[in-house]
T-cell receptor, first 111, second 116 residues
């Protein structure tokens, strides 16, 4: 199983809402990532968790709050987002084989 | 810091013709290089990687890539393009963050259009 599962696939939220994105993998990978991707642009790294601890935060605004409850799950909590935060949010995991495995993404629209 | 560059925003090729998507890298030490493909509104699919060894790397869906150390390039190739290969292609390098954790840095992407 080389699958990274992200839910929901699509999310529309208002600027005052609180929502969460979820990511799950069962490959035993101990590094998990959140990337943000705008249309026709490369993915930009947001956060990296290593062994369930936040290892890299690429100066992401505090309205994005990551959480790693266990070695298989990664959440991204969203609060008071802006319309410019609308993007495809990608989760990935890696360990062992050097390549990262990506989920299908959550398409987020902030209205 | 490691980086990769993709000099072409778009590549057009006729179906059945060979295709090349270019990537150059800037790394210190031995590079770990990757190619990913992305179809519209989808995640990234891993195609192939170069770690060490043979300079010609074979990957999924008939794709291959040639690692050239002297030219610091890692071009993606396919002998005969299919219309279904039309997608966005990203070259990537694995970098070590200051915390000792790996992260993946992507090029700007190249849109491949295969014309029937």
């Amino acid at each position: 199983d080389t699958e990274v599962t992200q839910t929901p696939k699509h999310l529309v939220m208002g600027m005052t809402n609180k929502k969460s994105l979820k990511c799950e993998q069962h490959m035993g990978h101990r590094a998990m990532y959140w990337y943000k991707q705008k249309a026709k642009k490369p993915p930009e790294l947001m956060f990296v968790y290593s062994y369930e601890k936040l290892s890299i935060n690429e100066s992401v605004p505090s309205r994005f709050s990551p959480e790693c409850p266990n070695s298989s799950l990664l959440n991204l909590h969203l609060h008071a987002l802006q319309p410019e935060d609308s993007a495809l949010y990608l989760c990935a995991s890696s360990q062992g084989p050097p390549e990262a495995f990506f989920g299908q993404g959550t398409r987020l629209t902030v209205v | 810091a490691q980086s990769v560059a993709q000099p072409e925003d778009q590549v057009n090729v006729a179906e059945g013709n060979p295709l090349t998507v270019k990537c150059t890298y800037s790394v210190s030490g031995n590079p770990y290089l990757f190619w990913y493909v992305q179809y519209p509104n989808r995640g990234l699919q891993f195609l192939l990687k170069y770690i060490t060894g043979d300079n010609l790397v074979k990957g999924s869906y008939g794709f291959e890539a040639e690692f050239n150390k002297s030219q610091t390039s890692f071009h993606l190739k396919k002998p005969s393009a299919l219309v279904s290969d039309s997608a966005l292609y990203f070259c990537a390098v694995r970098d070590m963050g200051t915390s000792g954790t790996y992260k993946y840095i992507f090029g700007t992407g190249t849109r491949l259009k295969v014309l029937a």
